[in-house]
């Protein structure tokens, strides 16, 4: 299992990645934008987002320690982080979602995604957002 936090702005993610790149003395990889999604299966750019930021990671440190970032229309200060949980099957990653997500608010199911063979969010009794993938 690996455990990365995820930050998400509203719009002003590649400017961020700018920051902490310089911050950090780093370079972000995997950055995909919004245009970047098969469109179809549910997945669409809002028209004006198609450049935002769907996914960046930022390395930190020695090994596989990460940021992960995002542009997220609905982010807000105090609501702007969240714990990206990746297990290897999907029985791990459902017996975890399914626990965190009790007494708590499913944003999205766990389910297939064109990106990984599973992944749902959910923000759990406690208020804290959690990104569960396979």
């Not at 950090?24 to 930021?53: C, H, L, R, W």
């Not at 930190?60 to 609905?74: K, N, T, V």
Request: with cysteine.
């Amino acid at each position: 299992m690996t455990v990365n936090p995820y930050l998400h702005f509203k719009g002003n993610c590649a400017e961020a990645i700018a920051f902490y790149e310089k911050s950090f003395g780093v370079k972000a990889k995997d950055v995909a934008k919004f245009s970047d999604i098969p469109q179809g299966e549910g997945y669409k750019a809002e028209p004006g987002t198609e450049n935002y930021i769907t996914h960046a990671c930022l390395p930190l440190g020695e090994g596989e320690h990460s940021i992960f970032m995002s542009d997220w229309l609905e982010a807000e200060k105090g609501r702007n982080i969240s714990i990206s949980v990746a297990f290897s099957s999907m029985d791990e990653a459902k017996k975890a979602f399914d626990k965190l997500a009790a007494g708590g608010e499913v944003e999205e199911p766990l389910s297939r995604t064109f990106w990984a063979e599973a992944w749902g969010s959910l923000t759990d009794k406690f208020g804290i957002m959690w990104q569960v993938t396979v």
